[in-house]
């Protein structure tokens, strides 16, 4: 099952999709489920069953293209992320990281939209490195503390792509990365929430990030340092994972620039071979088996 | 005028203070404002002055010890905290930070209690360096983006204390903080909002942490490396701050150890002369012409 979160006319919604395109409304088939992703998966187990009994054998009542979509859960009571955690991308930052212990940071639910909507590029007055971050999204459907790694796949309600976008010179202003991974709008995360009957093994996919169709990042998603069930049971010693929770796994590494491009000509490139968005660029991030997740690139117009 | 939000057998309430100990009670004189703060903030300037309006010359309702309290803000958009602000604790930590860019990272309402409720120490087995971080925090109440410093003040709806509590080994784990600030209830935000009129000058007062009633930080509000206007026009270059927002501003450096206190007996020190919580001790956050936010602290016996 794929299930989305949008805006019908400005009216909040979770949708079942039918086919690629087309998705049954929640709202109109099921009114008593609550009206956000993130209530669904509190319900428990009974709230995607529901969902699905309510969405099954239906003809699909609106298309993608019909309604805007938000981020696959809007307002996460946390998004965890991880840094480094591909061992490519670690080589090619040149930076070391424990390998003992995840390395995570949060970004908050305002700095990511979702597929299709534009996501914001700092005026360049304010920052030239806007780089993207093609990620596998965990979704936490279950809640729990002190979940050990056997167990831990069984809190997933589903996965989603998500692209961490990133300001790379205020990422390096001081130790903590702090707002360069917090710009309004910089991330986004979807299309969809894909539930792991349907995924299947997770480390079997690769991730993509395309920038104007051009493949720039990719890898295989066993090439984690850290695994999702690791990383699920790490936070669990500290923190109660809950429901609608999202873990963003790490980019993996970028790939060599093309024959003829050189680093000059896309600016201060910060991280070898990953270059800037730019307004009017579109960014993509498949995962096999997924979906893909798009979004044209936006000049943040807000004055200065 | 200072603000408290509350429960009552688990009814969520705003409340105005009438003294130091009894509240007027705006869901019963105020129906229609919004039951949370946040929402009271996001009202602009009507919010708090139509809170004003309604509980002044009243009688309080309720008293503090009637009900128990919520972190001032208990679903802020966005908890953005300084690390190594005050000149005294970057020399204690010997840690390095930019002169030119503060050092922000970000805590989850999870990890944030009221005043009074307890905060929970981590299992022995987990961790043992609990440490307290007296700060003062500030909260957002008019919006805005691209702030210069001189208009930062206005958008202040108020100041608070928090109690940044850190599990070291786990901020020490990797480069970014991450988990080690966002244990499950390991920090607090209170008593009340203080609105700016009634606090007056921030950078006159003091903040001082003690651990069962012994003093164990202190540090004057105008140490601070970066200021409050600083970090607000800051973050609106890339972040649209939001009412309820919250900016805890840095710990202060501790005082010394008391004589024929040592190291050793407090466990593995982190940061020169911070002694670590246990369960059964209580910790104050003390700002001059604020107030003082007190927790318990309790072991947090989830089953491991």
């Known amino acids: ?100 212990h995840p390395q995570i940071f949060l970004r908050i639910p305002a700095s990511q939209v979702g597929h299709n909507q534009p996501m914001l590029c700092p005026d360049p007055k304010i920052a030239r490195a806007y780089d993207y971050e093609g990620e596998l999204a965990v979704i936490i459907g279950r809640g729990g503390r002190h979940i050990p790694e056997r167990e831990a796949l069984s809190h997933v309600a589903g996965y989603s792509c998500y692209n961490e976008g990133s300001v790379r010179e205020f990422q390096a202003h001081n130790r903590q990365f702090g707002l360069g991974k917090n710009f309004e709008r910089s991330g986004s995360f979807g299309p969809w929430l894909m539930t792991p009957d349907e995924f299947g093994d997770p480390y079997a996919q690769t991730v993509t990030t395309r920038l104007n169709g051009v493949d720039r990042q990719r890898g295989a998603l066993d090439d984690m340092l850290f695994t999702i069930e690791k990383v699920i049971s790490y936070l669990s010693t500290g923190y109660a994972i809950r429901p609608g929770d999202v873990i963003s796994m790490g980019a993996p590494g970028a790939l060599p620039l093309r024959p003829g491009e050189t680093a000059e000509q896309f600016g201060p490139i910060k991280v070898a071979g990953v270059v800037h968005m730019k307004p009017g660029d579109v960014v993509s991030v498949e995962i096999t088996g997924l979906g893909t997740l798009v979004n044209p690139i936006v000049a943040d117009d807000t004055a200065i």
């Open 1 to 100: 099952m794929r299930l989305v979160s949008y805006r019908d006319r400005g009216a909040p919604g979770v949708g079942v999709m039918a086919d690629d395109t087309g998705f049954v409304a929640l709202p109109k088939v099921a009114p008593d489920l609550p009206r956000g992703l993130r209530g669904i998966l509190e319900l428990g187990e009974a709230g995607l069953r529901r969902a699905r009994a309510a969405a099954e054998s239906r003809a699909p009542d609106l298309r993608l293209d019909q309604v805007s979509l938000d981020p696959v859960i809007p307002d996460p009571q946390a998004i965890w992320c991880l840094a480094l955690n591909f061992k490519r991308h670690i080589e090619e930052t040149r930076l070391s990281t424990s390998p003992d």
